[in-house]
């Protein structure tokens, strides 16, 4: 089951800033940085449309040696977005929980 929209035009501008950012999908950042990531991408862009232009024209230019990275970052940028939203809303409520680009603390790797 694929759990990501059909078309990258249907995905949240937040999880399009964050895939044509300069972050690595493969580190972690903080809650901060993401918004950061997040405003600068919007700012360079300028324009409204251009935002998500950009993104689902560079999703669907990817060729079968991007696909994989491509895919795994649209994954990255949609849950970020996803845990940024979800943390704002516990923020709200006072509830305590991880960052959205940190791993919960049960999920954190052994050293």
Partial sequence: MNCLPTH????????AALYLS??????LY??????QAIS???AELNEPDALIHG??????RLDEA???AGHARRKWALRMAADLTRDQ????CGEEHA???RPAPHLRRAS
């Fill in 8 to 15: 990258p035009g249907q995905d949240p501008e937040p999880a």
């Fill in 30 to 35: 903080s809650n901060t940085e993401l918004r």
């Fill in 99 to 101: 960052g959205a680009g």
């Fill in 22 to 27: 300069r972050l690595d999908h493969e580190s």
């Fill in 66 to 68: 991007d696909d994989r």
């Fill in 89 to 92: 809303a516990n923020d709200a």
């Fill in 55 to 60: 993104y689902t024209t560079a999703l669907l």
């Fill in 40 to 42: 600068e991408t919007t």
